[in-house]
């Protein structure tokens, strides 16, 4: 195995989606609600989504972001779900100042019709992580980054 200098460039963010991911995880599967609150976006004013009119398109922060959160959520010693990377990706655009917008959708599994459930992000209608199977899901929600601890509230996923 060769060391190129690409991977030195990338370290920064692997080591940020890392910290995202471990947060996320704190988050949802170790704190209390009430204590991890802090930690999440304050809701907006209204809770309206963001046109997609009106995101800019900003291709190469998008697939970096895509990148590190799928690669590095891979190699986590806790289970990293959808909720947990589309609450990284998410984070991780928004300090880019790249809009996105988390989506919440839910199905029946065809076997033992328990409900299932899937986080996925997009940004100027191209998927960021998740995408690759939000056709199996219904969307009820979606939530900008400004709005997503609503989701967090109250979901216990």
């Known amino acids: 195995m060769t060391f190129h200098l690409r991977h030195l460039r990338r370290l920064p963010l692997a080591l940020e989606a890392t910290a995202w991911l471990i947060v996320a ?14 930690l999440l976006p304050s809701a907006s004013a209204s809770n309206e989504v963001i046109p997609e009119a009106t ?47 988390l989506h919440y959708g839910v199905a029946r599994d065809a076997q033992d019709r328990a409900l299932r459930a899937h986080v996925w992000v997009s940004s100027n209608g191209q998927d960021v992580v998740g995408g690759s199977v939000k056709q199996q899901f219904h969307e009820i929600a979606q939530f900008s980054p400004e709005n997503v601890h609503t989701l967090a509230r109250s979901s216990s996923l």
């Open 25 to 38: 995880w704190l988050a949802l599967d170790v704190l209390p609600g009430r204590l991890y609150r802090w």
């Open 55 to 101: 995101m800019a398109p900003s291709h190469r922060k998008t697939a970096s972001v895509a990148w590190a959160v799928e690669r590095l959520s891979q190699s986590m010693p806790f289970r990293s779900v959808c909720f947990h990377r589309g609450i990284a990706a998410q984070w991780m655009l928004r300090r880019r100042g790249v809009p996105s917008r």
